[in-house]
């Protein structure tokens, strides 16, 4: 089946590629049917277990025996699991070629498909005897790194954490820098070359290696030893001083950005979610408002057209209402303290309303009398103003 | 529905939201579009009734009953209660085994014996590995005692699983603590049962020593070990008992829970390090030096993965890569870029990233808890918030009758004196039914005291309903406003005439869960109140907005309890004066903002002149 639309796909880009830069899609019926199927669970189910199979596939040819017994096998599923893919990269780039490089698992795709082409490319290249073919074979296993996109949890837990990457990079950027300060130092101190500790502190990419191992603590007693052993006596300051400011301020400080930034994201993620919750349940009932009143506007219409009026209808209809028929009821605004509350509510207001008017009547008042005190003339000329 | 058309320019949303509701509740559209017969018109009550539900049956039988199908929360219901209700069980001559088995088990002699056993097999397992070894003679009654200990608690355990299958099959299995303990008893009983009596048969050396060697049982093999194990294990079941331990295992499993896709990641990345660590390190695994310590540890993809753990623990890393780079044909560049990323992006940043969710975790579970603790108090407020204004509406028909009579004199009494009987049997009522309520704390009578204070100002505001009116004629030519102002004048009467309406029209039915009996008692909030106070508390109007805002989302979560039965007219009429009190609100508001743009035009006015 994935051939077929493999050949279908390649006739329709052919003709549409050259379309879709200036003018819009001719071909609009079939990018819908593209799209539809790309969307839909059967073809992600396809390519999930695509992926699974072939890294289940690539733990089984790990075993040099295996591989050679069942050749044929690890050959055709590769082409299988070659074809897959590329499938599935040409079509989605089909539907949409713009927004496709976008969205950052596409682009992944794209890596996961140039690291497919390695080896082969290798081979044609540099012929059968390279010595970095492994190398080439080993970077295949990033083929399970496809799988993400298909897991909603895992995408979201990317994002959340994906926001941290600045300050995580920031926190490596300034272990680096430290390391590489020390890291000349030591050089400096340790490597020089007639009594020096060569293998340790020779040149600088040893030197960052012996840093690094002091600052993940692993074995630095072994090489704090050798430094001994040369009767260096700053030696020990130089390391103790490393390890508490790599080991026990950096690397720390790391775990506490790390946790602030991790409850920052969640939080705002879970506030969007309630966020569009809420959203959707207020457009539902404005949905259900705007629909009872244009019932409402219907029927208030209907007394043009013949018939009873609406209001005479809601009359005749509150006389059949008998006053011994109960309704029992338990939402809120109809229950004793809703409308207790609500008077009391209403009284206070009353109560203010009642105060300012007194407010009103006496400001009144006093601009009457102050009216009356004006010299004449004035009072002529200020009740000319009234007038108007 | 007559301002509808009268105020058609004018929209409130809560005048909307009234209507709309008034024609949910009663199916308004329905029946003015002639499908009143689609429209339930009685409820539950009336069928339950027999001689109306004879009436009703005879009118017309295809007539339709609400049912009100709001979720009450009732709380758990055992399992117990629910073999109760089945009726086999309510049919039966006595109760079933498993309600007896069920009663057996939840009974706390029953549960502090198990208790005991637990204890007093720990106690007996410790004894025995000591005596274990050691062949004195004199310690053989110690010995027999112990065993039969063993054999005894074994049987009680067996006998528990037993009740606990014969009080429900099903739910046993359900719960993981159950399947624990159906775990250790089996295993228990399989240590005792084969390593007991084989333990036993070899003593006198008759049995075949191939059969032994057949079930691979001796005093030292490993199963038997493990098998005693299961007996330790069973005293784990006495943590499940303790409530702070049960919490905190629960935190735990939630964070973890959550932490789920996190260590999918996890996965993910062991394995592509894992599988590309064969590859990369296929000379070195494959390279025929001497003395290489780390040689087989990149050989497959199990010992890979082991060594990809071993890294991502940071132990040993350095001497790994100080081994690999021995062997000439690996190459340095991407064995070093191997290890250091994977530190870097696995024990480095993952385990951080590890750290900050659980903590993160942690904290949320915390908040959790807390929203519930808070959720709990904001109910309990809510609770006292209702009990206060019931409280204060009865005593609002309580004060008159004292004040009444002593204000007299002072201030016309706009008491009739029907209203005033009335109003004493009211208040008789009311007594008894706030004697009834007298549940309520001390603390509660203290702010009922208070709530007087506030009292006093709700029934100044009423009488001054009627000196509105009288002060509004004096000024009527300073406000050019004046028609307006009347038909506010008789909204707010309207306002008061429905008050007094809604007071002699409604009968509470509140069916808590305490109380049974129907209480009944018409609460007149402020109909009766015209005598009238000059003291004016103006602190007290904050209080009462602060109380309400804190309150209301409490008082509308809870009100599930209680229902309302309205008369049908009434309950028309209420919805029908709501809407109109928001149009009238909104009206006087206005009529307020004209007043005030006025008097301020009019004093600019007289300043300048």
Known sequence: MSQHYYQESTRAVSSSLFDTASEARKDTQFQEFVRKVIRSPIFQNIMISAITMNAVFMVLWTDYKLRYKLFRVFEISEVLFVSTYACEFFMKVYVDPINYWKDGYNLLDVVIIVIILVPYSLHKIKGKHYRYHNIADGIQSLRILKLIPYSRGIRTLITAVGQTVYTMASVLTLLFILMFIFAILGFCLFGVPEKGDLDNWGNLAVAFFTLFSLATVDGWTNLQEQLDKRKFTVSRVFTIIFILLASFIFLNMFVGVMIMHTEDSIKKFERELMMERHMMLTEEKQLILKRQQEDVSRLVNTQKSGGKGFSELVEDFKTTLRHTDPMVLDDFGTSLPFINVYLSTLDNQDATVKKLQELYYEIVNVLNLMLEDLPQEKKSHSSEILSD | ?609
Request: charged share 20%.
């Open chain 2, 1 to 609: 529905m007559v301002t509808l058309q009268q105020q058609g320019h004018l929209k409130l949303a809560r005048a909307d939201a009234i209507c709309s509701r008034l024609i949910d509740t009663f199916s308004l559209i329905e029946h003015l579009q002639g499908l009143s017969q689609a429209v339930p018109r009685h409820t539950l009550q009336e069928i339950t009734d027999p001689s109306r539900q004879k009436k009703l049956m005879m009118g017309d039988q295809h007539q339709l009953v609400r049912f009100s199908v709001k979720p009450r929360h009732v709380g758990h219901v055992s399992h117990a209660q629910r073999m109760l209700s089945r009726l086999p069980v309510r049919c039966s001559w006595r109760p079933p085994l498993s309600l007896w088995a069920g009663w057996v088990l939840a009974s706390p002699i029953f549960s502090n014996f198990i208790i005991s056993l637990i204890f007093l097999n720990t106690i007996v397992l410790m004894v025995e590995i000591e005596l274990l070894e050691s062949t004195n003679t004199k310690l053989w009654p110690l010995k027999l005692t112990l065993e039969v200990a063993d054999w005894f608690i074994l049987f009680s355990f067996v006998l528990e699983i037993l009740l606990m299958w014969l009080s429900s099959f099903f739910l046993f299995w359900k719960n993981a603590w159950n399947v624990f303990d159906f775990v250790v008893t089996m295993g228990n009983c399989a240590w005792m049962l084969l390593g007991k009596f084989i333990h036993h048969l070899c003593f006198p050396q008759s049995l075949l020593p191939e059969i032994m060697k057949l079930i691979g049982v001796s005093g030292e093999s490993v199963w038997l070990q493990l098998l005693r194990i299961c007996r330790v294990l069973k005293s784990l079941k006495l943590f499940a008992r303790f409530r702070q331990i049960r919490v905190i295992i629960l935190a735990l499993m939630r964070a973890l829970k959550s932490m789920t896709f996190l260590l999918m990641l996890l996965l993910i990345f062991f394995y592509i390090f894992a599988v590309t660590g064969v590859y990369f390190f296929e000379d070195y695994s494959r390279s025929t030096l001497e003395n290489l310590e780390y040689n087989m540890f990149f050989s497959d993809l199990l010992n890979s993965l082991v060594t990809v753990f071993i890294l991502f623990t940071l132990d040993h890393w350095y001497a790994m890569l100080q081994d690999v780079w021995k062997v000439p044909e690996a190459s340095r560049v991407f064995s070093s870029i191997y290890v250091i990323l994977w530190l870097l992006l696995g024990s480095i940043i993952f385990r951080n990233i590890i750290v900050a969710m659980m903590v993160t975790n942690f904290q949320n579970i915390r908040n959790e808890l807390n929203e519930e603790m808070i959720h709990l108090e904001v109910q309990y407020k809510a609770d006292v918030f209702k009990r206060r204004i019931i409280q204060r509406s009865a005593l609002h028909v309580f004060k008159p009758n004292v004040i009444s009579q002593g204000l007299c004199d002072l201030i016309p009494c706009f008491f009739s004196l029907d209203l005033e009987a009335s109003q004493r049997k009211i208040s008789e009522d009311l007594s008894e039914a706030s004697k009834e309520e007298s549940e309520i704390s001390v603390a509660e009578e203290g702010a009922a005291e208070h709530t007087d204070a506030e009292h006093s100002a709700t029934e100044h505001s009423d009488a001054e309903h009627s000196d509105v009116e009288r002060g509004d004629t004096e000024c009527s030519d300073a406000e050019h406003s004046g028609v307006e102002r009347g038909d506010t004048e008789c909204s707010d009467a309207e306002h008061s005439d429905a008050e007094q309406n809604k007071a002699k029209k409604y009968m509470k039915d509140s069916s808590k869960k305490k109380s049974s009996k129907a209480k009944v008692y018409p609460s007149s909030s402020s109909t009766s109140s015209s005598a009238s106070y000059d003291s004016f508390f103006p602190t007290d109007k904050l209080d009462w907005e602060t109380l309400v805002h804190e309150n209301l989302p409490g008082l509308m979560d809870m009100d599930q309890d209680d229902r309302v039965v309205w008369p049908r007219d009434s309950l028309f009429r209420y919805f029908e004066l709501l809407e109109n009190l928001q149009y009238n609100i909104e009206e006087r508001k206005k009529l307020q903002e004209f007043a005030g743009k006025d008097l301020t035009q009019f004093q600019e006015l007289s300043i300048l002149g």
